[in-house]
Each structure stands twice: as C-alpha cells, then as structure tokens.
C-alpha cells in the first residue's frame, strides 16, 4: 500500500511550472509554488485574477492556457468541473497544444474519473503525462499549504510531481491508477455530506433542547463526536455564520459526480442522495455560495 508523504517531504529544486485557474483554490496554491522558489506562469478566464496574482507573487501571467504550458515542466490545473477541465487542456489554445513532450500535467479539479481517464489516455497519445490530483481542505488548506491530495495516474510521474506540490500539500499519496484520485476524492464527499447533516442535527438538537451548544461541543469534540467538521464548523453553526469555506453549489456538483459513479458501479448512497436534495433546498433558500454547514438551515 502506498504511504502516505507528509510535509516533512525534502522540497524540490526549482522548476518553469504553469497553473491554470485563479480561483479561491488555485490562487493560493499557485502562490505556494512561486515562494517555495518555482518559476510559475498562470492563466485565469478572466485576466484580473491572472494579473492580481502576478502583482501580489511576481512570476507571469499568459493570455491562453496554451502560452501558460509552453515552457513548463509541469502545469498545474485546479478549475470548476469536466466541462471547464476540457476547456483549458483541449483545443488550439488547450494546454496540452503548447506543453512540450515529456511534461505532465497535474489536475486538482474535483472532477469525474471519466474525464481523468479520457485526458490520461490523449496525454499518453501526444507524449504527455497527466495525473488526476484532486484535493481536500478547502481554502483554508490551500491558504496554508496544507491541502490533501489523492492522486490517480504513473508512479513514475508521481513521483515527479510530488517534490514541487508538497510547496502546498501536508499529504501527497498516490491512490491508484488514472482516476483513482477522483474516486478517493468521491469517497471524501460521501464520508463529508452524511457527517455534517449528522453535526446539523445535533447541533439543531441542542439548541432547541436550550443547551449551551458552544459548550456542549467543546465537551463533546473531546470524546467519539470529534471530527474537522465540528472543531471548524459546530460553532459557527451556532453563530449562524456561513460565509466562509465551500460552497453548496460546489458540494452539488461534487455528490452529483458520486451519484454517477454509483449508478455506474453499482454502489448505493441513500444518505449520499438524501444530503444532496438537503442541500437543493439550502440552494433554494438563497444559498448557493453559504458553506456547506448551512445544512443546519433547514432544521432552525
């Protein structure tokens, strides 16, 4: 089984790499790599962010996804979901048009294991590599370099691509062969949704039990309960504070994905399916960008 590399992993020499999407994931990550010493180009759809970023870290920004991977030895991608995956990698200005051969390609995207498979198998037809690498820790993770990533793809290319992306990882581990990243990443989502609708209901208890909620889960997160979820999110649950963290419509797009991996492999999610029709009704409420805890929404 492979282990798992932490933070104390020796950091890399330095290395021309491009990162593609600017958003609240990206931005962030993309600045770990240009502190830890790396040459970084970026590429964002709208410019703005492209060029806040290069005035905040230096390094360059390119007007394609194409001119971003013409020099780099790695390019690093975290964007919305397949379609938008698609958009930057493929086409006359896709990245994979400008990399040069024997460069590799490392997704964060939270996206399918179809689309992970697909561009692995036109990468190898054109002399790239690519790794499917999504993440977990949210912004916070990749604010402080501490993200999870679960890799699908060559053990050969993650090996290489790990030096540099431990610049914002505390874990970097290879799951499996292309695409099993994203399913570990699927699994993440399930083991996540069923849990904060478990803390939305007890702390939604609580407080109607007219408990000091705050301090029941400081008692309780010392015990069995404990989880990330209840240190980060019980209190401000109580506080009714949802502004932070990730998004509903994100979490949506992420169980959507699970459920059409079930559906393909048989697997059953009842409480996978039911969290994700909880959190259509958040959606419904005005609620699309609320973090994920405002599950407890529905029970106040």
Not at 55 to 73: I, K, L
Not at 81 to 101: Q, T
Not at 169 to 187: C, D, H, N, P, Y
Request: aromatic share 8%; hydrophobic share 45%.
């Amino acid at each position: 089984m492979a282990s798992i590399n932490t933070k104390t992993y020796e950091p890399s020499s330095s290395c021309n790499v491009a990162f593609l999407g600017m958003g609240v994931m990206g931005l962030p990550m993309a600045g770990h790599l240009a502190k830890a010493g790396h040459s970084v180009t970026v590429y964002n759809r709208s410019p703005e962010k492209a060029k806040a970023w290069v005035d905040e870290f230096g390094g360059r920004s390119a007007v394609t996804p194409r001119e971003a991977a013409a020099n780099a030895d790695i390019v690093f991608c975290c964007v919305g979901n397949d379609d938008d995956l698609r958009s930057v990698v493929l086409g006359e200005n896709g990245a994979f048009a400008g990399m040069k051969k024997g460069s590799l390609f490392v997704d964060h995207t939270t996206a399918s294991a179809h689309v992970a498979r697909e561009l692995y198998t036109l990468a190898r037809g054109q002399g790239l590599y690519f790794l499917d690498a999504p993440v977990s820790g949210g912004q916070a993770g990749a604010i402080n370099g501490l993200l999870t990533v679960m890799v699908g793809g060559d053990a050969a290319q993650f090996e290489r691509a790990k030096p540099v992306a431990m610049a914002f990882s505390r874990a970097f581990t290879r799951i499996g062969e292309a695409g099993a990243g994203q399913l570990a990443k699927m699994v993440n989502q399930i083991c996540i949704a069923g849990l904060v609708q478990g803390l939305s209901e007890g702390v939604a208890f609580g407080m109607k039990a007219g408990l000091d909620m705050k301090l029941v889960l400081e008692v309780i997160g010392k015990g069995a309960a404990q989880s990330w979820q209840m240190d980060n999110r019980g209190g401000t649950m109580v506080d009714g504070k949802f502004d932070f963290g990730f998004a509903v419509d994100w979490m949506r797009k992420d169980l959507g994905l699970c459920m059409d991996e079930a559906r393909r492999n048989g697997a059953r999610l009842p409480v996978t399916a039911l969290v994700d029709q909880f959190y259509s009704d958040v959606q419904a409420k005005g609620g699309r960008r609320w973090d994920t805890s405002s599950l407890i929404t529905r029970l106040t």
